[in-house]
């Protein structure tokens, strides 16, 4: 199924053309209406719309980063500088807690929000969900971006069920009696809600699901995760991606499963580059690196050259259903990734091993540092939850686990083998990463 057919089966060179007048407006648009832009682009070097150029030369901008943001935020609060749009033109302000508890407001005007829902529609549809399905949202609305997630099933025509996270008797309550037969969730409750459903004595295919889009973190394209729901629940498992800050759903995958379309066509345009160096990285079959983004129509918080640290590999094969452009499968985002020995590792790519250890394995890990910071030395603890019913040995499954990652990731790792249900299952996002018994940074007075 396709939602904006005629956009999502265009030819990547004709959509390029058509962003380019977009980007040229919206770059007007920030040199007019936008302090932040006015500033940083001044500073920059760039004093009128014509020394930016066009969007093939976006590359000379300076990114902007999500701290930027934060900053003109506490300067000029509640919004900041970066607000380009009259105060009373939102029609919606969300926030964020943002790392020191502050909130950092979003807002979005009426032509903002209907971005959103478009980017919704057209990622979920392309998961499979359709009009007049019964769904259960397992995301919470209240102040977070995420509650835009309804506009975009009110244009697709689904009956939703708002339930969010905390509760999961009443999902499944709601899903048993109101006979909904799709869930959008994170892939962290996926796995939960399984071993939810068990402790209760339910059965899992029972319940009548036949569709799952994940978002909010990696891994619900993750072979091992997506299989194991799948055969729990005898539903697909399609994933999605967005950053709350350009728009919900930029990605999604439809029914072909071999990664994330880009859904966020002539509204947002998106480049990839070394996350070290930030030179731009072509999209190439197999090409990795960061994603930045530029929004194109944006009135309310446009934002230029934005830095994900999101972090991708690009798939260029053709897709069977006539969609264009690269597909994507998120391995992690820089607050995940640690480097060993000069091996720059995300826990995602350890998880994706343990695929070929199932059902010995659960699919749950959890790497404990020993050092806090990035960087780490070997042997690197990472403990591997068993599955239900593993019959290998403990002193073999370790060794080959151990092997098997110092083959493919270059890292020695001290593997910790512990039994079925000893790793936390969350109800929202999991933590792969736990430093709690690292050695603390050592701070060098200045």
């Known amino acids: 199924m396709i939602y904006d057919k005629t956009i999502e089966t265009r030819p990547v060179e004709e959509q390029f053309e058509l962003d380019r007048e977009s980007y040229r407006k919206q770059i007007r648009y920030l040199f007019s209406c936008s302090a932040f832009y006015q500033r940083k682009l001044n500073e920059a070097g760039f004093h009128k719309p014509a020394d930016v150029g066009e969007l093939e030369d976006i590359a000379n901008l300076p990114f902007t980063e ?3 943001i934060r900053e003109t935020q506490e300067i000029s609060p509640p919004f900041g500088e970066h607000l380009a749009c009259p105060p009373e033109t939102l029609q919606r302000v969300f926030s964020t807690s943002g790392t020191t508890g502050v909130p950092c ?3 979005l005007t009426g032509n903002d929000l209907n971005v959103y829902a478009t980017n919704v529609a057209r990622g979920y549809t392309a998961a499979g969900f359709s009009r007049g399905q019964r769904i259960v949202v397992g995301f919470n609305a209240g102040p977070f971006v ?16 708002p339930v969010g996270t905390g509760n999961t008797e009443k999902l499944v309550t709601a899903i048993r009696e109101l006979s909904a037969t799709g869930i959008s969730c994170t892939p962290s409750y996926g796995l939960y809600l399984i071993d939810w459903c068990q402790k209760h004595g ?8 036949k569709n799952m889009i994940t978002a909010g973190e990696p891994g619900g394209g993750d072979l091992l995760i997506r299989d194991r729901i799948e055969d729990a629940f005898g539903c697909k498992v399609r994933e999605s991606m967005g950053i709350g800050d350009i728009t919900l ?3 999604a995958e439809d029914d072909d499963g071999n990664g994330m379309h880009f859904m966020a066509r002539g509204y947002v345009h998106t480049e990839l580059i070394d996350p070290e160096s930030g030179e731009p990285i072509a999209w190439e079959n197999g090409a990795k690196g960061e994603l930045v983004y530029t929004a194109l129509q944006r009135e309310a918080m446009p934002l230029l050259r934005f830095r994900s640290r999101d972090h991708v590999v690009v798939n260029m094969e053709p897709n069977p259903f006539g969609r264009t452009g690269p597909r994507i499968r998120c391995v992690g985002r820089t607050d995940d990734m640690l480097i060993v020995r000069g091996v720059n590792l995300f826990p995602s790519a350890l998880r994706s091993i343990l695929g ?3 059902p010995d394995v659960s699919g749950m890990i959890q790497v404990r540092p020993k050092e806090g910071g990035v960087r780490q030395t070997q042997p690197l603890t990472v403990v591997v939850e068993l599955g239900k019913n593993s019959s290998d040995p403990l002193d073999h499954l370790q060794r080959r686990i151990a092997d098997e990652v110092r083959s493919r ?7 910790q083998l512990v039994p079925y249900g000893t790793l936390p299952r969350e109800m929202y996002k999991s933590r792969l990463i736990d430093y709690s ?8 007075p200045t």
Do not use: N, Q
């Open 66 to 68: 999500k701290d930027e």
């Open 105 to 107: 407001y979003l807002g």
């Open 146 to 161: 995420a509650g835009a997630v309804y506009h975009g099933f009110d244009k697709i025509g689904c009956m939703v069920i």
């Open 202 to 209: 339910i059965e899992t295919r029972s319940l009548g699901l």
């Open 249 to 251: 759903s930029a990605w």
């Open 356 to 358: 070929g250890f199932t």
């Open 409 to 415: 990731l270059l890292v020695t790792a001290d593997i």
């Open 437 to 444: 018994d690292a050695t603390p940074v050592e701070v060098i």
